[in-house]
């Protein structure tokens, strides 16, 4: 993939998710939001088994799948129809994809420098730490100048 493409979209990522970095979302409830939902509704599970067509059964296992996190998102993008809501699914970065990019290119880094600072310092040959510095920047640049893949 074009170098210039790939920093194109991770930036273009990064400008979509902004606006959810510093929201705070609302922790599910213990129960599951269909349950909580539902029942703030005053909706019992034989009504929402009617609206999904399905068996009141199934209405209770839908919840404690949700409650379990083994729910799929199929059937809660269902059940969120059925109670007039609408499923957002994201993923959220807890820091722009920019920086933890950078972030894992110095950290690989460090690893491929590690053992040469190492040896240097056994054989009193240490550079200091701006020296040091500088050569991390280089090779950080230079991973992330390179395939991507190879940071992870």
């Known amino acids: 993939m074009d170098k210039s493409y790939r920093w194109l979209q991770l930036r273009q990522a990064d400008k979509q998710l902004k606006p959810l970095l510093k929201k705070t979302f609302p922790p599910r ?20 088994a009617q609206r999904l067509n399905v ?19 199929a059937s809660l993008r269902k059940v969120a129809a059925a109670l007039d809501c609408e499923l957002h699914y994201v993923l959220v970065p807890k820091i722009p994809l920019e920086a933890k990019l950078k972030e894992q290119a110095n950290t690989v880094a460090r690893r ?4 040469v600072a190492h040896t240097m310092s056994l ?14 920047e280089l090779i ?11 940071l992870w």
Request: net charge negative; glycine share 6%; charged share 25%.
């Open 29 to 48: 409830p213990s129960c599951g939001w269909i349950q909580a939902i539902r029942e703030a509704l005053g909706m019992t599970a034989v009504s929402l």
């Open 112 to 115: 491929h420098m590690q053992p």
């Open 140 to 150: 950080a640049k230079e991973l992330l100048d390179g395939n991507w893949r190879e």
């Open 55 to 73: 068996r009141n059964s199934t209405v209770h296992k839908l919840e404690k799948s949700e409650a379990d996190d083994s729910i799929s998102l």
């Open 123 to 136: 054989e009193d040959q240490a550079v200091g730490t701006k020296a040091q510095q500088a050569q991390l």
